[in-house]
């Protein structure tokens, strides 16, 4: 079993949907958690990073952590066909010797169709 | 404030050749990581230096790959000699805070195929 893991998709949605992102993890030691967005052909760029487990807004981003259910989630309003691309969740592990390890998830396809 | 700057972009071997790829992290980025990435699959950590140390290169599969940050500034990753399941994408990375908690500035990648 992965440490993190995620639905690769694909999503296709709408312009204007709200799409919803979800990931799970099962180490405990997983204090740091991010989205990254990955453009065909691209680097991953960070879109939120949280550190607690509630919300976090940023836009028509939201970032949803609950660490006593070890499930994030992020949360795209008014979804816009420059949304699509492919989002990565990230965990850093705040413990232990893999101190500040990044661990990503296999990352969701979205497709917003105008 | 130019980004992470990676060559070559695309390389294109025969197997059993081996390969070279450049970094040049974001200027003042202490931390830098070498990351695999697979079609379809998130990014994998093959090592990751604070200044000029690996602090993590568990990842590394060392018989083949090998890499060395001289100086605390750029990076080279290098597979010799390349096999077949190692055409992937491989993506450098680097970030301001060390201790590996912070925010990672990617580079675009060099996408390797190895026929």
């Known amino acids: 079993q992965k440490e993190v893991e995620q639905d690769p998709g694909p999503l296709s949605v709408p312009e204007g949907a709200i799409v919803s992102l979800n990931c799970t993890y099962s180490?405990?030691?997983?204090?740091?958690f991010m989205w990254y967005r990955q453009y065909s052909r691209k680097g991953p760029e960070l879109l939120m990073y949280t550190y607690s487990s509630g919300n976090k807004e940023d836009g028509r981003f939201t970032a949803q952590v609950d660490k006593s259910s070890k499930y994030i989630s992020l949360f795209i309003r008014d979804s816009q066909p420059s949304d699509s691309a492919t989002y990565l969740c990230a965990m850093v592990n705040a413990g232990g010797t893999s101190y500040g390890k990044l661990t990503f998830g296999q990352g969701t396809i979205l497709t917003v169709h105008p | 404030e130019a980004g992470v700057v990676q060559s070559p972009r695309y390389k294109i071997i025969e197997k059993k050749q081996p390969v070279a790829f450049w970094c040049n992290p974001i200027s003042g980025h202490n931390t830098l990581y070498w990351y695999l990435q697979n079609l379809g699959q998130g990014p994998e950590l093959l090592i990751r230096?604070?200044?000029?140390?690996?602090?993590?290169d568990s990842q590394l599969p060392k018989d083949r790959f090998s890499a060395e940050r001289l100086k605390g500034v750029d990076s080279t990753l290098k597979i010799q000699p390349a096999e077949l399941g190692d055409s992937a994408v491989y993506l450098c990375?680097?970030?301001?805070?060390?201790?590996?908690?912070?925010?990672?500035?990617f580079g675009e990648g060099s996408r390797l195929t190895v026929l």
């Open positions: 990375a680097s970030s301001p805070v060390t201790g590996g908690t912070g925010e990672l500035f």
């Open positions: 230096y604070e200044n000029e140390e690996a602090v993590d």
């Open positions: 180490n405990s030691a997983f204090q740091y």
